[in-house]
């Protein structure tokens, strides 16, 4: 159930990453989150509940940052 009433946007990072977290739980580890491959994490993104960016938004700063905000949820929850 995601805590998230304003809509997210791409440069919303840590957000984003904060719903990843949420979604997925500890299925993905610092170094699985990583490994996603961007095609994955951008669907994922996409299917996030008030997420309103499109695809054609998504760039590799985005992508690269939220992976990065994401394995810094993982590890405040460990």
């Known amino acids: 159930m995601s805590h ?8 919303d990072h840590e957000d984003v990453a904060m719903a990843l977290y949420e979604k997925f739980g500890n299925d ?13 994490l951008i669907d994922w993104i996409l299917s996030l509940p008030h997420f309103v960016g499109t695809r054609e938004q998504a760039n590799e700063g985005h992508l690269e940052q ?3 905000k994401w394995v810094y949820e993982w590890r405040d929850n460990q």
């Open 4 to 11: 998230f009433e304003l809509p997210i946007e791409w440069a």
């Open 28 to 40: 993905f580890t610092e170094a699985k989150i990583y490994r996603i491959r961007f095609t994955d």
């Open 66 to 68: 939220i992976q990065a």
